[in-house]
C-alpha cells in the first residue's frame, strides 16, 4: 500500500466504505460504476442469472489503474477492495480477484503485473473456463492466452480439475459483489426510479 494511502487513513480513520462504484471484468480491466450505472444493473449477472450487467465505463489513465493495482487488497470476509486514501472501495468481480496472464517462459503474471509465483492447481469449469490456484490466489486466465494454457495442459504441468463457477467464491474464499451482498434483497438496480 502506498506510503500517502496509510497516512490518509491515519488522519481520516472513520471515513466511510463505498460499494458499487469500481468493477474487475474477466479480462482483467477496470471499470468506474456512477450513481446511474449501478441503478441499471449489478456489474456482472450471477451463474445463471437472467439479468443484463451495466459494467460503466472502462478505465484508461494508466497511473490511475497502477495506483489502484497497488491499493487492492482482501479484508477478512474475502471482499476484495482499493484502498482510495482513507476510504475504502469495495470491487464488483466479474469472475475472480486475479486475472492472470500467460507468459511464453511459462511465468504467470496477474492482471497488475505482479508474478503469481507457482502454480498449485488448476480448474475447468462446466463453460470451459481455466482457472489457477497460484501462491499469489485464485484467478481465472485471460481469454487471449488459452493457447499458451494448452501447451502447459499438453505438456503435463496443469492436470485441470472440473468446478462450477458458481461454487468458486465460496470454495475459494472470495466475493464477487460486496455490493449485492450488503444490499441483500434491495440490491440497487431493483429500486424504485431505476433508469
Known amino acids: 500500500m502506498d506510503d ?32 446511474r450505472c449501478q441503478r441499471s444493473g449489478p456489474f456482472a449477472a450471477e451463474p445463471g442469472e437472467a439479468v ?15 495506483f489502484i493495482h497497488r491499493n487492492c487488497a482482501a479484508d477478512e470476509a474475502g471482499q476484495w477492495f482499493f484502498q482510495n486514501g482513507p476510504q475504502r472501495v469495495y470491487l464488483e468481480l466479474e469472475a475472480t480477484p486475479f486475472i492472470w496472464r500467460l507468459q511464453p517462459d511459462g511465468r504467470v503474471l496477474a ?5 503469481a509465483g507457482e502454480v498449485r492447481q488448476s480448474l475447468l469449469d462446466e463453460l470451459g473456463r481455466l482457472y489457477l490456484v497460484t501462491a499469489l490466489g485464485m484467478g481465472l486466465v485471460h481469454t487471449s ?19 462450477q463457477a458458481a461454487e468458486l467464491p465460496a470454495a475459494w474464499g472470495f ?7 450488503q444490499a441483500g434483497a434491495a440490491a440497487p438496480w431493483l429500486a424504485a426510479g431505476a433508469d
Request: proline share 6%; glycine share 8%.
Open 111 to 115: 492482471h497488475s503485473g505482479q508474478d
Open 175 to 181: 466475493v464477487r459483489s460486496p455490493q449485492r451482498r
Open 145 to 163: 492466452d488459452m493457447a499458451l494454457a494448452a501447451d502447459a495442459v499438453e505438456q503435463g504441468r496443469w492436470t485441470p480439475e472440473p468446478v
Open 52 to 66: 443484463v450487467a451495466s459494467k460503466g465505463s472502462l478505465l484508461k489513465h494508466d497511473k490511475l489503474i497502477d
Open 4 to 35: 500517502i494511502v496509510k497516512a490518509a487513513l491515519a488522519k481520516w480513520p472513520n471515513v466511510p466504505h463505498c460499494v458499487g462504484w469500481l468493477g474487475l471484468d474477466a479480462r482483467g480491466n477496470w471499470y468506474m460504476r456512477d450513481d
